[in-house]
């Protein structure tokens, strides 16, 4: 079946312009996770949904980051007047029932602020 | 910080060894889960072991967890090249999951 998608797979934008990353979520998985992941580290936790619950925001790196899931599937993450510091992949995960399902990723979207 | 750790780094092998990488975590977990990352792209889920479980095994892949060390070691028996890739044990943290830096492997033919 379909995996995580997300969209663009590369972005590439001039400081200081908003960019809008998408994902489109396994069908049926209630959680939706994105992250991420600067060159050659770890995974950076930005927010978490949950069904109709309340996301988790706490890993958000500023207020330029804001992200929403409609109707409980797709997810849009926007980061507003963009700073050459987010360069980075961002990488979306979806799963069935939060933390004790494995996470499923997308293949992630690669941002570079020029 | 809550992430878990990975030990070593970088690990470079022949292929036909065993591969072994380590995991310390710093809180209480419920499950503890290792992904594969290729090319810097998309993690791929391996296995997930609950905080019950002591040793679990999937293929050439065995995991094992000491809850009582907050410690798991990935095991990949036989290595391929097609083994080289990054590899990330996450656990879980409130609702979300935290990943450690990862281990760099490299398979050589």
């Known amino acids: 079946g379909a995996g995580v998608s997300q969209s663009p797979s590369n972005k590439v934008t001039e400081k200081g312009k908003d960019v809008e990353l998408r994902c489109d979520p396994i069908?049926?998985?209630?959680?939706l996770y994105w992250y991420r992941q600067s060159l050659g580290q770890g995974l950076e936790f930005l927010i978490y949904?949950?069904?109709?619950?309340?996301?988790?925001k706490s890993g958000l790196p500023s207020d330029r980051f804001s992200a929403e899931r409609t109707g409980g599937s797709v997810s849009t993450l926007t980061i507003q007047r963009t700073q050459q510091e987010d360069s980075a992949v961002y990488l979306c995960?979806?799963?069935?029932?939060?933390?004790?399902?494995?996470?499923?990723f997308g293949n992630g979207t690669r941002l570079t602020v020029t | 910080s809550q992430q878990g750790e990975e030990d070593p780094q970088a690990l470079s092998i022949q292929e036909g060894e065993n591969a072994t990488m380590n995991c310390s975590y710093k809180?209480?977990?419920?499950?503890l889960q290792w992904y594969r990352q290729n090319s810097g792209r998309g993690l791929v889920h391996l296995i997930l072991?609950?905080?019950?479980?002591r040793e679990k095994h999937s293929g050439r892949l065995r995991v094992t967890l000491d809850t009582s060390k907050k410690s798991s070691s990935l095991l990949i028996t036989a290595s391929r090249a097609a083994d080289t890739a990054s590899y990330f044990c996450?656990?879980?943290?409130?609702?979300?999951?935290?990943f450690g830096p990862g281990t760099r492997l490299s398979v050589l033919p």
């Open positions: 995960a979806s799963s069935l029932a939060g933390r004790n399902s494995p996470l499923h």
């Open positions: 996450a656990t879980d943290y409130g609702q979300n999951f935290v």
């Open positions: 072991i609950r905080s019950n479980e």
């Open positions: 069908s049926g998985h209630t959680a």
């Open positions: 949904f949950q069904g109709n619950s309340a996301p988790d």
């Open positions: 809180t209480s977990i419920n499950n």
